[in-house]
Structure formats: C-alpha cells, structure tokens
C-alpha cells in the first residue's frame, strides 16, 4: 500500500505481545500505523476489539464522521462476527469489519482494502471532479465513491438514479472518462426522452439506404457509434416495452442488424443508463421489463437530491459563484446563506445554479451579495416555500430514533455534536467561527468538545494490564 499513515486502536482484554505483533504484521505489508489521537480523531484507521458494543458503536459512528474517513474493525475472534453487532459496526460507518486469523492473509487483507480506498479518494480530490462535481457531505461523498470504483475497477453496466437535476449526465461523463480500456472511443449520449417511436429503430441500430421514404443515404446508429466507447441513454425509463425488447438482445449479444439490412454487425460499448423514475414500481406496474433492467443494472448508483445534501448548499453556492464571476466572486452575507440553506429546491442542483445566476445578474458593485440582490419572486413565495427545519423531516427523524430505542439524553446529545461537526466543517475548523453560529461561547465549545473525547478515551480503556508495554 501507499506510505500514508493510518491510526490503530485497541479496545478491550489484549495484551502487549498480542499488539506488537499486529502491528508488526501491518507494517510488514507497507500499512504504517501511529496511535489514536483522541484529542483529534481524523483520518482512516484500523480498529481492534475483542467485544461489541454500543460504545464501540458510537466511537465509529463519531471517527468515520458517518461513514466519510475509512475505518477498518478488526475482531480478535470469528465468532464475534456472528452476530449482528457487526453490521451495527457496518452501519455505523465502518468500511469494512472482519476478524483477525493471526496469519499474514488478514494484514495483507487490510493493506489491499486501505490502497483501494486510496486510489479512490485520489481520484474523487482530483481536479477532474472537484472542478465538476462539487460537493463534501457524507451522502454525496459516498455517491461519489460508488461511481468511481465502479468505472475505473469494472467494465460493468451501470444504472445511475437520482431527481431531475442531481448531476446524472456529469456522473455518467465521469464514468466514462475514468473507465480503464485501452484504446477506449467516445461516449454517445441518446435522450430517451425524445425520441420519435417512428425513427427510434433508425436512432439505435441505424439503416441502409432506402430503408424507408426519405433514408437517401446510410446511417449509422447509436450501437455503431458507440462500438468501442460508452452508450449513454438519458431517462431510460422513458423507453416503450417494444422498444426495450428490441434492445435487450443487443445489450445480452452485442449484435445488431441496421434497419432495412439483413447483415448482423457486431458492437461492444460500455453502457451507462440514467433515469429519474423508480424503475422497481415502474416494473410493478408493467412498465418496465424485468429482464432488461437487470442486463442495465449491473451496478446501480444513487445520487441523494439537495435535500438530503444540505451541507453542500453553501459549497456549490461558492462553486457556481466561481464560474458566473472569472475574477474575485463576491461573498454572501449571513441573512442570504441562510436564505439559500432554508429555501426548498425541487429542481435540485440545477435549480440552485439557475437561481444563483439570476442573484448574480441583479448584483453590483463592490461587497457581499445581499438580500437586495435576491429577485423579487423568491421573496414573494420565501414564507410559503421555506424549508422548516423544525417541521415532518426532524419529526420523522426523531420516530425513527425512538423507535430504534434511544433515549431524549442520547437524542439530544447527538443532534448537538452533528450540529457541531456541520458547522466546523462549513467554517474549517475555526472555533471561534464555529461558536458564534451555534451561539455559544468558545470556551463552552472547547468544553463541549473535551468532554467528549474524554468519554470516549473513557469508553475504550482496555483491561489489559500492560497496557504500557507498547503505544497503542
């Protein structure tokens, strides 16, 4: 694996001698360790336990940042894994949970999973996406993730999903340039959505000559365009039941005959789907052949709606500023960003951007953009259309919690440290920043903070009686 360094834990009854040789084992396999820093608990790791538990459960839960830093939990024994604590340490946010066999397979095992991991977090800070595909929250970074290790480890078929205006097009672009193949051709972008039932065999498959009244000449289709490259079919569920029989041969059998041929033409592309509709109800319904979903899903990808992204509002409203603005984008003033945070999107990303620029094109002089620069028909419907954080989305939140058995303390005290933790990454880790939104002082903050960590430290002091035998 790569040289970066990964922390390492271990919580429970395990003795020195049991320590030096994991973490020889790790370094033998190029994975470079140094101890937790409880005080500052960042990056990916690798976690040892000889017991599940629920604090076990919320120490991955606060190190992973729900899921965004890769974090390996090892158990010191198969047996333990039986049980459902290890898809609650799943769900948590660990990357991966499996046991330790006392052999060189399980720290070549982890060593494989962290330089996976590495590649795939290169790729997503790269400017190939930062520069297109802006975002940081946890949802998005995950989407991300998904679609990365898909196009640049696989040559599969891919199904990606997601609202009107969630980035489908620019996702199946990403896809297309990070796939391996060598000698790989274009991406070939068809519209489902607008295809004419008439002309749709000549869209696909192409034809000859005189097919039909008005072919005067031969045409290559989508399937002879896309041969060596990536077909991409924009709102596939759009496509008519005869149709989708029609195509299913050639995604089963890459061949093809052109209309008005009786020629069989051989074609190999990647294909790339996209659709806004549940494809599952749609097939419920009869409109949606089941076979043919499952030849275009070889991987599905799910991009969350703004909705379930908000973190990224204020990113993306920095990054499309950027792109109205070729020098010095102004800022937003408070009164705006929480306009923006609390305003509802239905057309999701897409409808940001196209409200930002109508901001930008009202905007002049010197300083922030103000609420004076916000047009008149968002203050009009703003009262009716706001978000209410307060409202069915926290409610519904708050049922499920309670029906999974926490407590008002545990409720609370996690809805303020994920309060904590979205505005200290919205400001960089500036604490007096941070103190001023969540309307405490720094020092209550830093309280807050010390405690936690301390709890935890708490939380994981292991019973073995050597503990001072070697770092861990």
């Known amino acids: 694996m790569s040289d970066r360094s990964v922390w390492h834990h271990f919580a429970g009854q395990i003795g020195a001698a049991q320590k030096r040789s994991i973490l020889d084992s790790l370094a033998r396999v ?4 140094h101890a937790l820093d409880f005080s500052n608990p960042s990056g990916s790791g690798v976690f040892f336990f000889d017991q599940i538990t629920e604090q076990l459960c919320e120490f991955v839960r ?8 890769r974090i390996i939990c090892i158990a010191l024994s198969k047996s333990m894994l039986l049980s459902p604590g290890a898809w609650q340490l799943r769900k948590a946010g660990a990357s991966d949970v499996f046991a330790w066999d006392h052999s060189p397979e399980t720290a070549r095992q982890a060593s494989a999973r962290f330089e996976r991991w590495n590649q795939i977090d290169d790729i997503i800070m790269s400017p190939l996406v930062k520069n297109n595909l802006a975002g940081q929250s946890p949802m998005w970074i995950r989407a991300l993730r998904q679609a ?6 696989t040559d599969a078929s891919v199904l990606i999903m997601g609202e009107t205006g969630t980035g489908k097009e620019l996702v199946a672009k990403l896809i297309h340039t990070l796939d391996a193949r060598q000698n790989k051709r274009n991406l070939v972008l068809l519209d489902c959505a607008t295809i004419v039932p ?9 034809h000859e000559r005189g097919a039909f009244t008005g072919a005067v000449a031969s045409r290559d289709g989508a399937f002879a365009l896309a ?10 569920g759009e496509l008519p039941l005869n149709l989708q029989a029609e195509l299913l041969r050639v995604v089963q059998e890459h061949t093809y005959k052109r209309v008005g041929s009786n020629t069989w033409q051989k074609t190999d592309f990647r294909l790339i789907c996209a659709t806004n509709r549940e494809l599952f109800a749609e097939q419920a319904q009869g409109n949606f052949r089941s076979d043919f979903y499952y030849r275009i899903a070889g991987w599905t990808c799910r991009l969350p709606p703004i909705r379930e992204r908000e973190d990224d509002v204020l990113v993306l409203t920095k990054y499309f500023l950027a792109e109205l603005y070729a020098d010095d984008p102004p800022e937003i003033d408070d009164a705006v960003g929480e306009f923006l945070l609390t305003r509802n999107y239905p057309g999701n990303v897409r409808d940001l951007k196209q409200l930002l620029a109508r901001i930008a094109q009202r905007h002049v002089g010197p300083g922030p953009i103000t609420i004076g620069d916000i047009p008149e028909e968002e203050i009009a419907c703003e009262d009716g259309e706001r978000i209410d954080w307060r409202g069915e989305k926290l409610e519904n939140t708050i049922r499920m919690a309670i029906a999974s058995g926490a407590s008002l303390k545990e409720i609370e005290r996690t809805a303020g440290e994920i309060a904590e933790r979205i505005v200290l ?6 604490l007096q920043r941070a103190a001023v939104k969540l309307g405490i002082t720094d020092r209550a903050l830093q309280m807050r903070r010390a405690t936690r960590r301390q709890n935890g430290r708490d939380s994981f002091k292991g019973a073995s009686n050597s503990q001072n035998a070697h770092p861990t």
């Open 62 to 69: 606060d190190a992973s940042h729900g899921g965004q830093e």
């Open 198 to 206: 008439e002309l749709s065999g000549s869209e696909f498959f192409g």
């Open 227 to 236: 041969n060596g490259g990536s077909l991409f079919l924009d709102e596939v």
């Open 30 to 33: 190029g994975v470079v360790t």
């Open 148 to 153: 990365v290790e898909i196009a640049q480890f």
């Open 425 to 430: 990454r919205d400001v960089e880790g500036n």
